[in-house]
């Protein structure tokens, strides 16, 4: 992606109307002036020559030349609506039938000259207009043919960076080839004092101007950036004081003070608050960088009237809060996965922390709205008397749904989720973050001594809803996708490894009770028809193995190399190369083996056939189990399905032996065996 956009920068660098070969013949005959970029109309030299010229006459036949003079002379200082008005009173003209063939085309050739310096400034009327032409070629000749093809094939953010990158040089430069930090910094301040010390990138070129401007339009700090906040900035002891590195390390030095001397303990929850008010302080960079980027945003619409502030503006302050967000809604949704029994006790350190990471939160917010406002004072309300309303609500909703945490839970996502919906990226995740930071300190606060992290459910509410306005702010636009896959990828597993499935619950089914239940020979369908629903019931029954035998072999490894053609295997070996070699005859002890190796160990056979893929070989395999019958009756038998993960306990049963089984029962209606999918087998001692 930087790569193609650089390529197109660099096609952009090619677009620059050269007047004397773009420019018709009928232009040179109006009187040029000096044309200063970023001077409006208003300010025009022209205009104070224009209407000081004492022999202009307006009355009679000179009237109507007025106006045409005028707006030529202001087309060509550079007045973008002039140019536009130009092109189409020349394309009006052109629509007139007492004119020829030739004198048609060079009427196109002209408006095409001005819609090309309208289009360079920006101007989305202009372009389309111009790209209309060209479609059936009209106006395009072979000298301004490489600007028709640039304009309408180049991003129109770079076509409006180039030529503001170009107005803005060409007034400072003065016709030097450089400018310099400095001078640009002018436009912001007039006071500023010149350097003393060295400064990197202190000079620019065009071509560098141009390179900076178009990644300001692309939502990035210009690479000038450094330079001119080096020479801007005014640094004091205060913002020593209100640096993040300052403050954290003023409040994990309290925190270390008040271990040694045994007043908290260390654990996971005292450092969790410490850790998210490391990333609200991260989060704090993100309005620094928006104040800068509003620099470069006054300095470049001072030479624009086509420049989105506000569409620019939203697209910077989206991609930098991507980053910092991202890592404090995981650390929300981390802890509560991997330490759920977390609970925090009130301490000096942690009120300290709550102070320093609610008022870093509120800083971070732009210009909070009234609804957020409403809420959050009525957040207050909700979690003070969240057990009342829980009372007035038990005769309405179920018992199991009816508490203080379901109320604030349903209160939360109740704002929220519309929320997310409704605004902007970059105030949803200030508006995420300032409450979380409430809602621990009313947490906090009203557990007076302790709160437990199993029943709060804000991490999970504030992570889930901030990952996915990220998500929806990394793919428009296109900024930190790699980390944002990356941190969902390490919940998803870590959510997998911290809750594993615990094992279904042993039912109280006995074999007797179900064989007498349901095995019986003369069973009406209804008695069949329930009988059905005993099944995925996890019982444990006994009985005495009859066969063992297996079902099915799989061996994907073994299928590939069989069916590559044979002169790849011969020549290859790759049985020998991923599997073993048939061992040793003499510790082999049936008759089989015994067989089986003294065959696959003739000197005679090629390598391929003394090798094998054993190794990667699944089995899943039948053991058929002959269960206690009734006093007067027939035994009935049970088909245990064992999985290879219990091999070596299968190859190790032999038949009249008793066994114990735990699996799920399925269904024997209709069939002879009763089947259970086994989950552990193993000798019964008791027998």
Not at 211 to 220: H, K, S, V
């Amino acid at each position: 992606q930087p790569s193609a956009e650089k390529k197109i920068r660099r096609q952009w660098k090619s677009f620059n109307i050269d007047r004397s070969v773009s420019a018709p013949g009928q232009i040179s005959d109006i009187n040029q002036a000096s044309k200063i970029g970023g001077e409006s109309p208003c300010d025009s030299p022209i205009l104070e020559d224009f209407f000081s010229n004492s022999n202009l006459k307006v009355n009679g036949e000179s009237y109507g030349k007025v106006i045409p003079v005028l707006k030529s002379q202001l087309a060509e200082q550079g007045d973008c609506q002039s140019q536009l008005d130009l092109s189409r009173d020349l394309l009006i003209q052109v629509a007139s039938d007492d004119l020829n063939e030739d004198e048609k085309l060079e009427l196109e050739e002209r408006a095409m000259y001005w819609l090309l310096r309208a289009g360079e400034q920006g101007s989305e009327e202009a372009v389309e207009i111009l790209t209309g032409m060209a479609a059936t070629g009209r106006g395009v000749t072979d000298q301004n043919y490489v600007d028709v093809v640039n304009i309408t094939s180049v991003p129109k953010n770079t076509t409006r960076a180039n030529f503001i990158a170009k107005k803005l040089f060409k007034k400072l430069s003065k016709g030097n080839t450089f400018l310099t930090s400095l001078q640009l910094s002018r436009l912001v301040n007039e006071n500023t004092k010149i350097p003393t010390q060295p400064i990197k990138n202190a000079k620019c070129s065009q071509d560098d101007l141009i390179e900076n401007c178009c990644e300001y339009m692309e939502g990035d700090l210009p690479s000038l950036d450094q330079s001119l906040h080096a020479i801007t900035a005014e640094s004091g002891i205060r913002d020593v004081f209100f640096s993040g590195f300052f403050t954290l390390s003023c409040i994990l030095a309290f925190y270390i003070h008040q271990v040694v001397t045994s007043q908290i303990q260390v654990s996971s929850s005292s450092l969790l608050p410490i850790m998210v008010l490391a990333v609200t302080l991260r989060t704090r960079e993100v309005k620094k960088k928006e104040q800068r980027y509003k620099v470069w945003t006054n300095i470049f619409s001072l030479f624009s009237e086509y420049l989105s502030i506000h569409h620019q503006e939203t697209c910077f302050s989206s991609k930098q809060c991507v980053s910092p967000f991202l890592i404090f809604h995981c650390l929300l949704l981390l802890h509560p996965l991997v330490y759920p029994d977390l609970v925090f006790k009130t301490s000096l350190s942690l009120i300290v922390v709550l102070i320093v990471g609610s008022a870093a939160s509120i800083s971070v917010l732009q210009k909070p709205s009234k609804s957020f406002l409403l809420f959050m004072i009525s957040n207050i309300l909700v979690t003070w008397q969240a057990d009342q309303l829980a009372a007035l609500l038990a005769p309405h909703v179920p018992a199991p749904y009816c508490s203080a945490d379901t109320v604030l839970l349903m209160w939360q996502v109740g704002y929220f989720v519309p929320a997310v919906l409704l605004k902007c990226g970059r105030e949803m995740q200030a508006e995420l973050q300032t409450f979380f930071w409430e809602d621990l300190t009313l947490r906090t606060i009203l557990s007076i001594g302790a709160a437990s992290i199993s029943t709060w459910y804000t991490p999970i509410v504030v992570g889930s809803l901030g990952l996915c306005s990220l998500c929806c702010m990394a793919i428009k636009y296109k900024s930190s996708r790699t980390s944002l896959i990356l941190c969902l990828v390490m919940l998803l597993s870590v959510l997998t490894v911290t809750r594993p499935v615990k094992p279904a619950t042993v039912s109280q089914l006995s074999w007797s009770d179900y064989q007498t239940s349901c095995l019986a020979d003369k069973l009406t369908a209804g008695e069949q028809a329930t009988c059905h629903h005993f099944t995925g019931l996890t019982v444990q029954w006994s009985g005495v193995v009859d066969r063992v035998r297996i079902l099915q072999r799989r061996n994907h490894v073994e299928w590939m190399v069989d069916n590559l053609p044979e002169v790849v295997r011969r020549r290859t070996d790759l049985k020998c190369l991923l599997g073993d070699q048939f061992g040793s005859c003499e510790s082999k002890t049936s008759q089989a083996a015994k067989l089986l190796c003294k065959t696959r160990t003739q000197q005679e056979l090629e390598e391929e056939q003394k090798c094998h893929l054993e190794r990667f070989s699944e089995y899943q395999y039948q053991v058929l189990l002959a269960m206690p019958g009734p006093l007067f009756g027939k035994g009935r038998t049970v088909e245990l399905v064992v999985g290879d993960e219990l091999r070596h306990t299968v190859l190790a049963i032999k038949t009249g032996q008793t066994v114990r089984t735990v699996g799920k029962l399925v269904s024997g209606v209709g069939r002879e065996e009763v089947q259970i999918n086994v989950r552990d087998i193993s000798l019964d001692l008791l027998q």
